[in-house]
């Protein structure tokens, strides 16, 4: 069974266009995050979400919005998709941080984004 | 945030240990020091964390500097399945997942 699933793998679509990615985690944890790995492959952490509230909301243009319709799933919206976001899109959870003592994310396999 | 220096690449011979350092001067004292992988097209992997003492888990060892300015990662007995970057990542306590990934160690191992 995977862990945390990402939909599409893949995403090719027009500048302007808005869609969405859905993640989905099993492992009953309370934090979610969407991050950003550029063509550079630098990895950016973009979002999290503990308990359905946004708790990390790095330098992301509004066009980006994460929507959380329960603890599962985080879904990453993204509105008038523009050239510069191309990239790779890791969702990823962990345990809630106030009841462990680490933090070990579990990632998903990615979504690969390419706007034309 | 602690501030992280490692190799941007190394090699391995296939069933050699290998020994992935990482400087992080700059770590407070409460900071838990993370090891995570990427191997190739795939999304990130924990592989390891420790605090002050010496860590062993069924992937990896970790070995941390009596001062924890610098730490090693520890592959035992590398296969051809270790060739990913390996990124070392202090992280503070309370600082909500706020990993950071820095640009990491890629590693080759050769058969």
């Known amino acids: 069974d995977t862990a945390v699933s990402q939909t599409p793998k893949y995403l090719v679509t027009q500048m302007g266009n808005d869609k969405s990615i859905k993640c989905e985690q099993n492992l009953g944890h309370d934090t979610m995050y969407w991050y950003k790995q550029d063509s550079k492959k630098f990895l950016k952490i973009m979002f999290s979400?503990?308990?359905?509230?946004?708790?990390i909301n790095e330098t992301v243009p509004n066009r980006f919005s994460p929507k959380s319709p329960d603890k599962a799933h985080l879904n990453l919206h993204i509105n008038s998709l523009e050239l510069g976001d191309s990239a790779v899109y890791f969702c990823a959870s962990s345990q809630d941080l106030g009841r462990v003592t680490y933090n070990e994310q579990f990632f998903g396999p990615g979504t690969r984004l390419t706007v034309l | 945030d602690a501030k992280t220096t490692q190799p941007n690449s190394m090699e391995s011979n296939e069933e050699e240990p290998v020994h992935l350092p990482c400087n992080h001067s700059t770590i407070s004292g409460t900071d838990y020091i993370h090891w995570y992988r990427q191997l190739p097209s795939q999304g990130p992997e924990y592989v390891i964390h420790?605090?002050?003492s010496n860590v062993n888990n069924r992937m990896a060892s970790l070995a941390i500097a009596e001062d924890r300015k610098s730490s090693t990662l520890i592959l035992h007995r590398a296969t051809l399945r270790d060739a990913a970057v390996y990124y070392c990542i202090p992280e503070e306590r309370g600082s909500q997942g706020n990993l950071i990934f820095g640009k990491g160690t890629k590693l080759s191992v050769k058969p």
């Open positions: 979400y503990n308990n359905k509230e946004l708790i």
């Open positions: 420790g605090l002050t």
